[in-house]
């Protein structure tokens, strides 16, 4: 899958990283952060396609301890 969505972003000539981890581990998200940041310079938009279970609440009340 990750692939084939690499190949569809190399099409549109985007300039792109890709990097896939556990965001539950804060070194890995760091990790994300940092590599972006020393590529692009900032981040503009951040898409987070990380599953939860439960109750959906907005975003700004999770803790990082109750996602896994």
Known sequence: MLDSTIDE?????AK???????????AVSRM????T???FGSIDIL????GLSG???PP???KSS???
């Open 55 to 57: 109750a959906p609440q």
């Open 60 to 62: 700004n009340t999770l």
């Open 66 to 68: 109750g996602i896994r």
């Open 32 to 35: 994300l952060v940092d590599d």
């Open 37 to 39: 940041v020393k590529e």
């Open 47 to 50: 898409v987070n396609n990380a």
């Open 9 to 13: 972003v190399k099409k549109t000539g």
């Open 16 to 26: 792109y990283i890709c990097r896939s981890g556990d965001v539950c581990d804060k």
